[in-house]
């Protein structure tokens, strides 16, 4: 089991940055590729970004690459998302999530075991 936990959400104005966190705890964090993925009220949940266990890979989708940034730090069992020019579309509640295929670059949800409870952004115009 692992346990993820969000944090760094909050109410910024269009044009703000947030970094987000992820902590995690149980199995050994450094196993697994780790994504953020996010869900707008009313909207299905979509992929926002990943890293490879070793962090020498991301990707990210279309809609925030070039201002958000994944990235992890294996010693602390932490991922962030740092946001910058954070836009009203970017309001939802992100997510964390580990993925146990460590070297993959998953972009579906069902690619990923253990998911967090989620974090409120919400940017206003």
């Known amino acids: 089991q692992v346990q993820l936990v969000e944090s760094g959400g909050g109410l910024v104005q269009a044009g703000g940055s947030l970094r987000l966190s992820c902590a995690a705890s149980?199995?050994?964090?450094?196993?697994?590729?780790m994504g953020w993925f996010r869900q707008a009220p009313g909207k299905e949940r979509e992929f926002v970004a990943v890293?490879?266990?070793?962090?020498?890979?991301?990707y990210y989708a279309i809609s925030v690459k070039g201002r958000f940034t994944i990235s992890r730090d294996n010693a602390k069992n932490t991922v962030y998302l740092q946001m910058n020019s954070l836009k009203p579309e970017d309001t939802a509640v992100y997510y964390c999530?580990?993925?146990?295929?460590?070297?993959?670059?998953?972009?579906?949800?069902?690619?990923?075991?253990?998911w967090g409870q989620g974090t409120q952004v919400t940017v206003s115009s």
């Open positions: 999530a580990a993925d146990n295929q460590g070297s993959r670059l998953g972009v579906r949800s069902y690619q990923y075991e253990y």
């Open positions: 149980g199995r050994t964090f450094s196993n697994y590729a």
């Open positions: 890293i490879t266990r070793s962090g020498s890979s991301t």
